[in-house]
């Protein structure tokens, strides 16, 4: 294709507006100008504290790209006669980078509003605001990554600044321990990844992703070994990304240690990045290794990962006393889930594009979802209530609408019906059945079960229990957390009916990948 | 045109529930105006429903699919309205006594200054809404949604008073014994869908046409390895579940007396005309179904006689004049599910339709006399009333011989019929009918005998307190009501006069049975009479029967009012229960219902504990035992988080070394 065609996919194009191709990237370029931008304003205007007019910049940023993406993505740019492909096939732009790229775009904006009121009065609010928007960047190109090396490239580049926002309360112990933490483990796990990458650009000569498929099609005879470790660790590097087992040892720690608001990006954005350039790689250059012989079964792999990550975050987050500790081994729990995508998947299988797909959507909703939570944690660290489930009790006397929020965050997490989280895990597991795959749904099922004794906990607390005397110290009402807390509960909610529509778009971006 | 504005019918009282609920309290009356105004409202549209059928026939529409199924098996889930003959009646039975209802309710609430008002009128109108949408429905799935709607809000309702100590414990029990019944019918409503692959009440693809036909071996349908007779039975039983819990038979009958508790008008509402006739009125819209299966009818027929007769004994000890009442309730309620199991559709419509008049009215009238006796409701406190609050005491006077089956009150013709028909199907082949039917004649004179023990001991004699010599009057919002429901206790009973067209030979006078006949083709009276299992016998011939079977039931109706009359119609009566000895005690403890399921609750706790180390362990053990499990194993968890970085870097090489070396030795990539 020459040209971006925005065309109307039912009907003869009564609207058609021809873009030059790199418009098509057009998100990840705001992102980066916004990056810039921000920096710009604070080389000019230094030491002001500025952290409104940040604020403000970062949220527009983040609003125009998620515009531009959802109009891309309703008008059928890069879905509609096929991808969109830049820098010599190094970059691609599809139904799939442009469906994650909303989430990611989406949860930057409910982050960057939620943070005003979490860093009034800091220092160097111009710094925390860029690195976000970098790190969105980042994540915004791992989804529109094509090659092994743009995927290690752009995921460093999402890495990166999560380490420095992670370290950001830099007088705070907690915080900067964890981001070491989280630092060496991101460095090993990258020396992981790219050590697999080397390995398969040493059995299929490309990092191309759709030469490796190419290269992986004629078997792997005689290179088996060579391409099976390659494969794995590759697949290890996308484990450390979106928070699995084995991988997932910073987890717990970086999202405690972290500002809240950090904790809620990097476990709902930076997650979900590691799925879409996992679910890319996989799709399109590994699928020949399912039936080659002998067969490299990575999807089986996933199957273990998927089911050890489920049962271990899940029984984690069953003992936690703190919540934002509980929080952050859910989220661990939750990739399990998502890895259902991966796991599911058959060579040739007919449900392929369902599964992923259904993978998709529940990394959607799961985005407004643990967003919100992680942001109601951040209003009860910023009125400094405490953090365990009995510094919680009674909060509803005090917020009863944060509080209402929350509970429809916990009844989602757990997949309660009548709210978003339901359809999601329902679609995903119903799709793992239709695959063949009964016992992941099994026992995603069964963990789910689990699940709602956890976060039961945290409403029980918030609505049943009675105030134990610490709450006196409510006495302000942070306008931006209110609002994205708010926010992120409707669209949880809303995402109840419109889910059947977020449901066809991923699948019918997965199943592209797949024909 | 009239039946574009069914859903109006239904929308109506919830929109007065959403007024009362939120803004109740700024309303004058605590939103009792807008709870009439929107119940007369639906009864005019139920009236105009019920003439358009009268003219036009019936009406069905699918209004909202709300998920469809997609493969091989596209199901349909949806909401729709069914109007024929028997919900265009049904609907108008429970709006009026709806309206009524709420207009008592300003004197025996608003008037006597209860507290939490919005609160009780959200409850009715989310009740009537919950039933008027139960009537309605045009498919299975949407009747059990409605179904448990209907029980949610009596557990409101029953509780209104839950700071005392009575109220939420049986508000409690009512909800958790039908929601045990109401297992058995989930389970029948998944196996319908299984079965059939739709709900539907009517239409050719319809699940009581298609049990038929599957029946008749015309068409195949999946019974699970069953013949098809014996699958529907199990069906039918199972959705018998549910019915057997509402309408409170035996054995899930003891939440009924409890539910006393509530307030007089939602008894009344309860009792006449919505949770406890759903279940009836249940049975009878999926009649055609059950008509396939005569195990399940003969089931049907022997719960509702042993019901009327054991719930009648009951009724003759009780002390207060609501618990008499509701041992009447059970008791009459049996007689319906007789009717229905002896074949007699019509019949059984009909005493549903006769008991929702005077039943309503005599709760009601119960009521007033509560409000009289400042909330005393102990009979043997009572006495002579009948001077003090004359509309009171004649309208009850008239539901009393309805209720007892005097002739020419209302209850006389249904009950005769319903006795009737077990009759002639029981000569007809079927003796078992006869043992149900001896149940339900054994009752009658017990029924007489209780109704009139009541209202000589509440009415009659020398006042025996204070109370009772200077009681409470009751305004026109009281008497109101009293009177409708009189008039309509007296003379209901004259739309099928079945006994007189067989005896004199009138034709055209059972105009019940012209109308139940208007409605879709299988859904016809004549219809269920053509599939059900039953012929008829008779006692010379029809008219001799008639005569004969009306003779026997009025003649021990009369029995039993002149006994209770000879005990109790003095000026001081006292309590004879004494002379019934230990029976005594059996009947006023009900017959140790309670204690006996209590009993069994702790005699079967071998059982239960093996179901509850089966929940605990196998159901909960995957749910909360794998918390369980999990708290231990998590803490493992939390001793593998230990917080020192370089013990996740080993773990985290260990475990893809582990991972690769598992992959690459079973895979083979060595070799």
């Known amino acids: ?515 | 045109m009239a039946f574009e504005y069914v859903p109006a019918i239904v929308l109506l009282p919830f929109l007065s529930f959403v007024i009362a609920l939120f803004a109740g309290k700024y309303l004058p009356k605590g939103g009792a105006l807008a709870g009439i105004a929107a119940t007369a409202g639906s009864l005019l549209l139920s009236i105009w429903a019920f003439l358009t059928v009268r003219s036009q026939g019936a009406y069905q529409e699918t209004i909202y699919t709300w998920a469809s199924g997609f493969g091989e098996q596209p199901w349909e889930l949806t909401f729709g309205v069914l109007i024929d003959p028997l919900s265009a009646m049904m609907l108008v039975i429970v709006t009026l006594i709806a309206t009524l209802v709420h207009v008592f309710s300003l004197g025996y609430m608003n008037d006597e200054g209860e507290t939490g008002l919005p609160r009780y009128y959200a409850g009715l109108g989310l009740f009537t809404a919950s039933m008027l949408g139960f009537v309605v429905a045009d498919n299975l799935l949407m009747a059990f949604m409605f179904f448990e709607l209907v029980g949610l809000c009596s557990y409101l309702l029953i509780g209104f008073w839950f700071r005392e100590d009575g109220p939420p414990s049986a508000a409690k029990k009512a909800f958790l014994v039908t929601r045990f019944g109401d297992y058995f019918f989930l389970i029948g409503v998944v196996a319908v869908f299984s079965t059939f692959g739709t709900a539907a009440f009517v239409g050719a693809e319809s699940f009581p046409v298609l049990a038929e036909e599957a029946v008749a071996g015309d068409v195949t349908v999946n019974t699970f390895g069953f013949d098809p007779t014996t699958w529907f039975t199990i069906v039918g039983l199972l959705v018998l579940g549910g019915v057997v819990g509402k309408s409170a038979q035996f054995p899930l009958h003891t939440w009924l007396p409890d539910a006393m508790e509530g307030p007089t008008p939602v008894s009344a509402l309860i009792h006449a005309a919505t949770m406890v006739a759903a279940g009836v009125y249940l049975v009878a819209r999926m009649y055609g179904f059950y008509a396939v299966s005569p195990t399940a009818l003969a089931i049907i027929a022997f719960i509702g006689g042993f019901t009327a007769l054991f719930a009648a004994t009951m009724g003759v000890v009780k002390r207060e004049i609501k618990q008499v009442l509701a041992y009447s309730t059970i008791s009459q309620y049996g007689y319906m599910m007789l009717a229905l199991g002896a074949g007699g559709y019509v019949a059984a419509t009909f005493h549903l339709m006769t008991h929702a008049f005077f039943k309503a009215l005599l709760f009601l009238g119960a009521g007033s006399v509560i409000i009289a006796m400042h909330h005393n409701e102990n009979m043997w406190d009572m006495g002579g009333l009948k001077d003090k609050m004359p509309v009171t005491y004649w309208t009850f006077l008239a539901g009393s011989l309805a209720l007892a089956g005097i002739f020419p009150f209302s209850g006389f013709w249904s009950k005769d019929e319903v006795l009737y028909e077990a009759l002639i199907h029981g000569l007809g082949g079927s003796p078992l009918l006869l043992g149900a039917y001896a149940m339900g004649l054994l009752a009658v004179p017990v029924t007489a005998f209780y109704t009139f023990r009541m209202v000589y001991l509440t009415f009659h004699g020398e006042p025996r307190t204070d109370t009772a010599r200077n009681p409470e009057p009751v305004r026109w919002n009281v008497k109101f009501p009293l009177s409708v429901l009189g008039v309509l206790a007296v003379v209901a009973g004259l739309v099928n006069m079945v006994p007189v067209q067989k005896v004199l030979g009138l034709e055209g006078i059972d105009y019940l049975h012209q109308w139940l006949d208007q409605s879709f083709d299988p859904l016809t009276a004549h219809h269920y009479a053509e599939v059900s299992p039953y012929s008829s016998g008779y006692i010379g011939g029809e008219a001799t029967t008639v005569l004969v079977g009306a003779a026997v039931s009025l003649g021990l109706a009369l029995a039993g009012l002149l006994l209770a009359t000879y005990l109790y119609n003095v000026a001081e009566p006292t309590e004879h229960t004494a002379k019934l000895g230990a029976i005594k005690d059996v009947l006023y403890n009900n017959y140790y219902q309670d204690e006996f399921q209590v009993w069994i609750a702790n005699r079967t706790q071998s059982v239960a504990s093996v179901a509850d180390t089966f929940d605990q362990g196998v159901i909960d053990g995957v749910v909360n035992g794998v918390s369980s499990v999990s708290l231990f194993s998590g803490s493992r968890v939390r001793r593998i988080q230990t917080g020192v970085v370089t013990n996740y870097a080993a773990l985290l090489t260990l475990g893809l070394t582990a991972l690769l070396l598992a992959f690459g030795l079973l895979g083979g990539w060595f070799l």
Do not use: C
């Open chain 1, 1 to 515: 294709m020459s040209a971006v065609s925005i065309v109307n996919a039912a009907a003869a194009a009564p609207l058609q507006v021809v873009l030059p191709e790199w418009t098509a990237i057009a998100p990840v370029l705001i992102l980066a100008l916004t990056g810039l931008l921000l920096l710009t304003i604070d080389a000019i205007w230094p030491g002001r504290n500025g952290n409104t007019t940040f604020a403000f910049v970062s949220a527009l940023g983040s609003l125009a790209a998620l515009t531009v993406t959802v109009w891309y993505l309703v008008a059928g740019t890069g879905q509609v006669g096929g991808s969109i492909t830049l820098f010599s096939e190094a970059i691609v732009v599809d139904g799939m980078a442009l469906f994650f790229t909303a989430i990611f775009t989406s949860v930057a904006a409910l982050v960057v509003v939620a943070s005003h009121d979490y860093l009034a009065g800091h220092e160097n609010a111009a710094s925390y605001y860029s690195l976000l928007m970098f790190a969105t960047l980042g994540m915004a190109l791992m989804a529109v990554s094509n090659s092994l090396a743009t995927v290690f490239v752009s995921l460093e580049m999402a890495s990166l600044p999560s380490y420095a926002l992670v370290g950001f309360l830099k007088k705070n112990r907690g915080s900067v321990e964890s981001s070491l933490k989280y630092f060496l483990i991101g460095a090993l796990s990258s020396a992981v990844f790219a050590f697999g990458i080397s390995l398969v650009y040493a059995v299929t000569g490309s990092l191309l992703l759709s030469e490796v498929a190419a290269g992986f099609d004629d078997g792997v005879a005689g290179f088996a070994g060579v391409a099976g470790i390659g494969v794995l660790m590759i697949a290890g590097g996308f484990a450390y990304k979106t928070a699995s087992v084995p991988f997932h040892f910073w987890a717990p720690e970086a999202y405690e240690g972290a500002p809240a608001p950090i904790s809620a990006f990097l476990s709902s954005a930076s997650k979900a990045a590691g799925f879409v350039v996992a679910f890319r790689v996989f799709s399109t250059s590994f699928m020949p290794l399912l039936d080659a012989t002998p067969a490299i079964d990575w999807a089986l792999a996933f199957a273990v990962l998927a089911v050890v990550t489920m049962v271990l975050g899940n029984f984690a987050a069953a003992t936690q006393e703190n919540v934002k500790r509980m929080l952050a081994y859910s989220s661990i729990g939750h990739a399990g889930y998502a890895l259902i995508g991966l796991a599911a998947l058959t060579a040739g299988g007919p449900h392929n594009g369902d599964v992923m797909g259904a993978a998709m959507a529940h990394l959607l909703i799961y985005g407004f979802m643990n967003t919100g939570a992680f942001l109601f944690i951040a209003m009860v660290e910023y009125w400094g209530v405490g953090r365990t489930f009995e510094d919680y009790a009674g909060l509803s006397t005090k917020a009863p609408f944060a509080s209402l929020a929350m509970a429809v965050f916990m009844f989602s997490l757990a997949g309660l019906p009548v709210f978003g989280g339901f359809f999601s895990k329902y679609a995903l597991f119903a799709s793992a059945v239709s695959a063949g795959f009964w016992w992941l749904a099994a026992v995603g099922a069964i963990t789910s079960a689990l699940s709602l004794y956890y976060y039961s906990r945290v409403v029980k607390a918030l609505w049943i229990e009675q105030p134990n005397g610490n709450l006196d110290a409510i006495d302000s009402k942070p306008t931006g957390l209110y609002a994205a807390v708010i926010f992120a509960a409707v669209a949880t909610v809303l995402l109840l009916p419109g889910f059947p529509i977020a449901l066809e778009t991923a699948e019918a971006a997965a199943s592209a990948l797949f024909a």
